[in-house]
């Protein structure tokens, strides 16, 4: 799942490649449906959401049991509730991304992978010339948004619009746990050693990231996070350094942002931040949290 869960969030950080779109027909909503908790302490009683940030079109997800807290919910706290901003992200992404002098991107990917490489840049309509202009990080960025050419999958018909557009709807505030500069600062601030280990591993993860992603949508819509889980256990494992910038670091600093929250907030993070070690729940629980798995 570290694998994956690079895969989510790069693709939640980046609206800078064009997405194919799926045409088959809405499926049935899967048993179960997708992980959702309450969390209560104190004054505060809301809920927490697994997400996947980009799917085909046409998933069915929300299930009655969502829909219900959701309509209860006071407001709704996504990762970053200014990512929907899509200037401001270009323009931070662009700011940050981007530096001089930067080595051909071919130079800094493995001659084992080269082949990888230019199917993966190839498959996704873009070039290792465009893409060498970036830093290693929002190359692999760049990279792995381009991959979902192949999948088919967008951030349109992800988890999240839906609900900006409902919590928009009933007149409920929107806010955030971080805010998009804080999620590319995640990456910007990596050693160029780990950056140069995130991209290697993207351009790696291409082969096999259609089969990878139908294993945990399937695995999502169901409910089963221990088989999400498992995904830890699969493929190269990522750098300690990635793992924690990316991940470790940002739950801490979400369980301090919920931590004084008041009411019934409907939070919804990438379902990557739910398992694994030091994940989201794990970290309210030790905090006092009261977390019950409800769906």
Known sequence: MRRFTHFLALCALTLVAACGQDSSPKPEAAQGGPALWQVSRGTMKGWLFGTIHVLPKGVAWETPTISEAMAQADRLVLEAADLQDEQKTLAL???????????????????????????????????????????????????????????KVSQDDGVEPVLIAAFKKAGKPIGGLETVERQFAAFDTLPDSAQAKLL?????????????????????????????????????????????????ARNRDWVKAIAPMTGRPFIAVGAGHLTGRENLIELLKAKGFTVTRVQ
Do not use: C, H
């Open 93 to 151: 992404f662009e700011q940050m991304g981007r530096s001089p002098g930067l080595p051909p991107l071919d130079q800094r990917v493995p001659e084992e992978d080269q082949a990888a490489l230019v199917k993966a840049v190839a498959d996704g309509g873009t070039s290792t010339q465009m893409l060498s202009g970036y830093e290693s990080w929002a190359a692999a960025m760049l990279l792995s948004a381009a991959s979902q050419q192949a999948l």
């Open 200 to 248: 290697v591993q993207t351009v790696r993860e291409t082969k096999d990231m259609k089969a990878l992603f139908d294993r945990i949508l399937t695995a999502w819509r169901k409910g089963d996070m221990e088989a999400i889980a498992k995904e830890d256990q699969n493929g190269e494992q990522p750098d300690p350094v990635v793992e924690e910038a990316v991940l470790v």
